[in-house]
């Protein structure tokens, strides 16, 4: 008897080829409907009336910048000293991968936990990187497709999010464009670091129908103060010597909060012939510039200066870490809060809703005056006051008469039929504010963009000098997740600069440089 | 080394991604074709009819066992679809949203099919049409003649569980039974396929 996988594999094993005549005539009527429904269409859309709602655009923009934010921080995927790979067979592969000037891979990355809460974030990419012509990311992230390019000739990273027909540009220095320009999102430069760290030999697998062999490694020095809980692995193809898969699992520590992360990637293609084409921004003509924003300088005074900025967002707190992931995360959580309160004072003023109070107060109480304008009623009374006194009104009878049941009733019924209408009234007239408020939100929303991007760069700029410091050796470490700007003797942040001096930030943003034994006293 | 050669298509790269020889269709370049076909975009319209014409006439064809049917049912989907992109919105996968437009219109004809089967021809069953003979696969070719013996809501789960990678509970809302009774008919129907396949080698 067959067993079921035989029958399901012919099953889906079945194809049919189109005839040819019918694919061409098929092919040719469908290219022809799509040009008629083109000439059809109406140009013109109103947007839903859900969008009215403030936090709409709020969440999608605080959404839209932490998205570009985490593929531009991309470039700290994996950080790590000057590679130094000493086993012969890996050190041969290591060799091999660095001569290959493109590559192609996919990519799939899967977040829980932590700041997820009960939230899954996936995003599927596929990666084309190329030594002469830069970098290109086709990437869906829960559900939104996102398009990146990096030239680090012309220093620049573009961003466009198609969903939001939007685009960002960020400039590049010229060390940062220095250093993507030799490893960003590049495998060829992941891969030899991942055979730089200490790691053990996994033995022979198949993956797909290949013979691989792999290596693992464990918590490598090269991560420290930015993941926990790594373990990253590389299956090479025994025949041909490239890498075919790397899988990491890792966490994130946010304050208490750990984050999961896993990270897929194959598919590779090595050394496949790219056109430059691929790598030149195609912005379509109705596209609109979200934000240029300058990517912030990886020193320390970039650095003083993002913390000093989180700081007065967060009443004197730091960010809990300096892994770029995990900082991202709560700046733009401190960013968007700081955002939304301006966002809604800008509204209010523009629009003469009472002051001091939250928007959605604002509209009731606007809606509010109104009424007691045309109904004539006491000034100052909320909605809830004006329906109820309207009842009271219709159900209102001279002094001393008794209706008989059937009175009573009758009134009953016309109150309720002119409460009815008092409500739709109060519904039409509250959809009328917030219709002008979707024009007016738009218009202060494209005003602060600018702004909000460059504060989010300004708020990165602590984890980029953090991972540089890891980069080149520094052996940094961080204590936000206890120390604030209440602390300003505490030791926030520290780096070595020689063999015996450390460099110091305090709690209170000042520096100085110590002896190392002056340092060990300090953390004591 | 670099012996894949790479065909750009207006700088489009699921050809690429294809040549590149990725297991599964990723949804990121569905993702991207949709997306330039809702913007108008003419290659695009016909990299998705060239990506996915075999694929839907193999379902079509399943569900009918008429070529000629499953061809129409295929083309009329694909002109709809042209017709329609700017109105697409798609919460899941474009393979599979695909498979249920196609399986609808495949049910579509059937009724009407049934309406005129009375006085028209009748189907003898387990003959071979020319089409299934075009399939070199003796094995495969065996398959496709068993699912033609099966009830037609067996086989339409069958057909979109496996050709159509559907989930149970996708295929349980469209046709409007539960998921239990989904199921069930997808066990009935392997059950049938495998005792029809299994008399055919006894022949």
């Known amino acids: ?82 590679p130094n790979v000493t086993c012969c067979a890996w050190a041969q592969i290591a060799d091999k991968v660095s001569q290959v000037k493109t590559c192609v891979y996919r990519q799939h990355q899967r977040r829980s936990g932590g700041t997820f809460g009960q939230k899954v974030w996936e995003s599927e990419s596929i990666i084309y990187t190329s030594s002469d012509y830069g970098y290109r990311s086709e990437a869906t992230i829960d559900g939104n497709l996102m398009l990146s390019y990096m030239n680090p000739k012309e220093k620049v990273v573009v961003t466009m999010l198609m969903s939001m027909k939007k685009y960002t540009r960020a400039m590049l220095t010229d060390e940062m464009a220095d250093q993507m320009k030799k490893e960003t999102q590049d495998p060829r430069d992941m891969l ?22 792999g290596i693992e490694v464990n918590n490598p020095p090269s991560v420290r103060g930015i993941y926990t809980n790594y373990i990253g692995r590389l299956w090479v193809d025994v025949a041909t010597e490239y890498p075919v898969r790397t899988e990491i699992e890792m966490e994130i520590e946010t304050g208490d909060e750990k984050t999961n992360w896993v990270i897929i990637t194959d598919g590779y293609e090595w050394g496949v012939e790219l056109s430059p084409d691929l790598f030149k921004p195609d912005i379509p003509a109705d596209f609109t510039l979200m934000a240029e924003v300058n990517m912030p300088n990886r020193d320390e005074t970039s650095a003083i200066d993002g913390l000093k900025y989180f700081s007065e967002l967060t009443n004197g707190r730091y960010p809990s870490s300096m892994n770029s992931d995990s900082a991202t995360q709560e700046s733009s959580m401190a960013l968007s809060q700081s955002y939304q ?26 809606v509010a005056e109104s009424l007691i304008k045309d109904m004539n009623l006491t000034p100052g009374m909320s909605l809830g006051e004006i329906i109820k006194q309207s009842f009271a009104m219709d159900m209102n009878l001279a002094p001393g008469v008794k209706p008989s049941e059937a009175i009573q009733k009758e009134l009953l019924d016309k109150a309720k039929k002119n409460g009815e209408a008092l409500q739709q009234e ?66 926030l942040m520290t780096w070595k600069i020689s063999d015996d001096t450390y460099r110091v930030i305090y709690g209170d943003l000042s520096v100085e440089n110590v002896s190392a034994e002056q340092l060990k006293k300090m953390e004591q | 080394m670099g012996t894949v050669h790479v065909i750009l298509v207006d700088n489009y790269p699921s050809a690429r991604a294809e040549a590149c020889g990725f297991q599964e269709p990723s949804m990121t370049e569905d993702m991207l074709l949709i997306w330039r076909l809702k913007r108008g975009s003419r ?24 070529l000629a049917g499953a061809e129409d049912v295929v083309h009329d989907f694909f002109v709809s679809l042209a017709q329609s992109a700017d109105k697409l ?14 399986a609808n219109r495949a049910r579509d004809v059937l009724r009407k099919k049934r309406d005129c089967v009375s006085v028209g021809e009748k189907e003898i069953p387990g003959t071979d049409c020319p089409e299934l003979a075009a399939i070199n696969d003796e094995q495969i070719r065996t398959v496709s003649r068993a699912i033609k013996e099966l009830p037609y809501e067996q086989k339409e789960v069958v057909v979109l569980h496996l050709q159509g990678e559907m989930k149970f509970k996708d295929i349980a809302l469209l046709q409007n039974v539960s998921l239990n009774t989904v199921q069930s008919r997808y066990r009935y129907g392997i059950d049938k396929l495998r005792s029809l396949l299994n008399s055919e080698l006894e022949k």
């Open chain 2, 43 to 66: 290659r695009a319209l016909q990299r998705i009819y060239e990506k996915y014409e075999s694929y839907l006439l193999t379902v079509a064809m399943t569900l009918l066992n008429d």
């Open chain 1, 341 to 366: 309160q301006s966002m809604e004072q800008a509204l209010i003023k523009d629009m003469n809703l009472a002051p001091g109070v939250s928007l959605s107060e604002a509209i009731q109480q606007t």
């Open chain 1, 426 to 491: 109060i519904i039409s007239r509250t959809k009328k504010i917030s219709e002008e408020m979707l024009v007016k939100t738009k218009k202060i929303n494209e005003a602060m963009q600018q702004e909000l991007m460059n504060k989010t760069m300004q708020l990165q700029g602590p984890s980029s000098f953090y991972n540089k410091l890891v980069l080149d050796g520094n052996d940094p470490n961080y204590y936000g997740k206890d120390v604030t700007a209440r602390d300003p003797n505490a030791v």
């Open chain 1, 192 to 213: 030899t670091k991942f055979m730089s760290d200490p790691y053990k030999e996994l033995g022979k697998d198949t993956i797909n129908g290949v013979e691989v062999r």
């Open chain 2, 89 to 102: 919105s798609l919460a899941g996968s474009f393979k599979a949203y695909m498979a249920i437009c196609v």
């Open chain 1, 1 to 82: 008897m067959r067993p079921t996988e035989d029958i399901e594999i012919l099953v889906k094993k079945l194809r049919i080829n189109p005839r040819a005549e019918m694919h061409t005539k098929t092919l040719n009527d469908i290219l022809k409907a799509q040009e008629k429904s083109k000439l059809d269409a109406s140009a013109v859309r109103s947007p839903g009336i859900g969008r009215i709602i403030m936090r709409s655009p709020i969440t999608k923009l605080a959404a839209a910048a932490c998205v570009f934010i985490a593929v531009v921080a991309g470039i700290y995927f994996i950080t790590g000293k000057t």
